[in-house]
């Protein structure tokens, strides 16, 4: 696992091995969500609160860096 930002007690993370689609996870004690990259749908799970929302707002502005950990820890499937 690939923390690449944490808010309090809500991490961004790209795991390695993973399936597709391309995606990454926003986790907290309180709820999970997978996002898709490429548009950063919710695919799975739910974002709550505030931190939530600063963490996806985080993926937003820095897609770039989500985006090199999947292709660092996912070669098989690149973006």
Known sequence: MAKLHTIGKTIVTVYAN???PPHF????????ALVEIR???ILR???DG???REALEWAKDNISVIRDEWNRVNPRWPL
């Open 25 to 32: 996870h926003i986790l907290n004690p309180d709820f999970e």
């Open 39 to 41: 548009t950063l749908t």
């Open 50 to 52: 505030s931190s939530g």
């Open 45 to 47: 799970g739910e974002i």
């Open 18 to 20: 993973d399936h597709l």
